[in-house]
């Protein structure tokens, strides 16, 4: 029985755009009683979570959030009552629900039971009497990817690669730079994907603003200056892509924004920022090659999308366009995001590698079973083609010295390209981001 919002019940089925996590989801649902959808605000949880869903409740829904939430605390079966999966949406404004998936779990030997949903303000896990272990399994949504918004033709596969197909010469959809650019602005928000103009890159600006002015506070229940938040955000733009620390942090700060921050005030910003699933860094990657204090470990900066950061600095298309620096940092925010899309499929992660001889690798898909593939992102461009792959061969035979275990393949990642190839000097792979898919 759905409860509520029929409306966009209707129209979220008739305009669904298959996502990657519409494959992983099934799988998750068969293993445990309950699965958390987490993700930035706007990235598609309910509507993915709706493709499957026999039964939902909206917490939220204005004219009912008062009664679910009382409801929640006095009776909560009755908001688990309905065929499974249930999809529990917002369930974070009634903390108790987590408790009582758990006990009604229990006590009736649940699997595949409910889908629950909410990113705005996560809930404050002190509130929980139990963690959920065994019960429930969790999985990270973030904005689509160019394979999912129609942008890449797909003609790469990374679980091909991995299962050990090789590419010679295939077609990319090709995209101008100032196209490219208008991607980048635009972010893989789905909602903004159904827009013309410039009204496609006003769901960024409304998700920034709706960040400094509401959430960050409500977050965690710690009031944040408006203004204080945005200029913290417009740094954490101008870093991504690096490793900055705190103090790199309040000094640009203070340099380009005209204020003076302390550390603690910078680092509960951005970790409100993260609760929020704003803000996605990226983790060292180790892989023993040399003592541990030979690779750094600070995470790489990014923006879970490159549109946050954009509409943060305040501009668009054309200004990315005359700063090819910023552009590229931003489109590497994008890349970033894209691999993690595609590993998450295939249950690896992405992480950076850097160490204090200055060698420096963007992304590492790790895969469970140890194998990896290194990646390089680079505008395009012979020139900047040759330095990726220096860095690559270079990281490999550093690999190979110590008899460790090469990578499955290497490939350099592009921003403009009619097609992928592979480089006869090296074996690299050299792929336009709009060539990609899992």
């Not at 068969?30 to 509507?47: D, F, H, N």
């Not at 890449?152 to 196209?179: H, N, P, Y």
């Not at 489109?331 to 420096?360: P, S």
Request: aromatic share 8%; proline share 3%.
């Amino acid at each position: 029985m759905w409860y509520g919002k029929f409306d966009i019940i209707h129209d979220v089925m008739n305009n669904y755009r298959k996502r990657i996590v519409d494959e992983i989801l099934p799988l998750k649902l068969s293993s445990s009683a309950a699965v958390l959808v987490e993700g930035p605000k706007w990235c598609g949880k309910t509507t993915t979570c709706l493709q499957i869903a026999k039964s939902c409740v909206f917490m939220d829904e204005p004219t009912k959030r008062d009664q679910n939430i009382e409801l929640a605390s006095i009776s909560p079966g009755k908001i688990l009552s309905g065929d499974f999966p249930r999809l529990i949406d917002e369930w974070q404004i009634a903390p108790q629900i987590w408790d009582a998936i758990r006990f009604k779990a229990d006590r009736e030997s649940i699997i595949g039971g409910f889908m629950i949903t909410g990113s705005a303000v996560p809930v404050d896990i002190d509130e929980l009497k139990h963690s959920g272990t065994g019960r429930f399994s969790w999985v990270r949504m973030r904005p689509m990817s160019l394979w999912e918004s129609g942008e890449s033709s797909g003609a790469v596969s990374l679980s091909g690669l991995f299962g050990g197909e090789m590419i010679s010469v295939e077609d990319a959809k090709s995209w101008e730079l100032e196209q490219m650019a208008e991607i980048v602005c635009r972010g893989g928000w789905p909602q903004s994907l159904m827009m013309k103009g410039r009204a496609r890159f006003e769901t960024a600006k409304n998700i920034v603003q709706a960040i400094v002015e509401r959430d960050i506070s409500r977050v965690d229940k710690i009031g944040r200056n408006t203004d204080r938040a945005l200029k913290v955000m417009r740094s954490y733009a101008r870093v991504q892509g690096t490793q900055a620390s705190a103090r790199v942090i309040k000094a640009d700060i203070a340099s380009n924004e005209m204020m003076s921050i302390d550390d603690d005030t910078i680092y509960s910003y951005i970790n409100a920022l993260r609760k929020l699933f704003v803000i996605e860094d990226s983790h060292a990657w180790c892989p023993n090659l040399r003592t541990k204090d030979s690779v750094r470990s600070s995470d790489t900066k990014y923006f879970v999308d490159p549109s946050i950061a954009v509409a943060a600095l305040g501009v668009g298309p054309g200004e990315l366009m005359n700063d090819l620096k910023t552009f590229g940092f931003m489109f590497e925010t994008m890349a970033v995001r894209d691999l993690r899309v595609y590993a998450e499929l295939l249950g690896g992660e992405v992480r950076h590698y850097h160490d204090k001889a200055g060698l420096e690798c963007d992304a590492v898909i790790h895969l469970p079973n140890g194998e990896y593939a290194l990646f390089e992102v680079k505008m395009g461009g012979q020139r900047l083609i040759d330095e990726g792959a220096r860095t690559l061969n270079s990281l490999d035979s550093l690999i190979a010295g110590k008899k460790l275990r090469k990578p499955t393949f290497k490939m350099i990642i592009t921003a403009v390209g009619e097609y992928a190839y592979v480089r006869k000097e090296d074996g690299i792979m050299v792929c336009p981001l709009s060539s990609l898919k899992a």
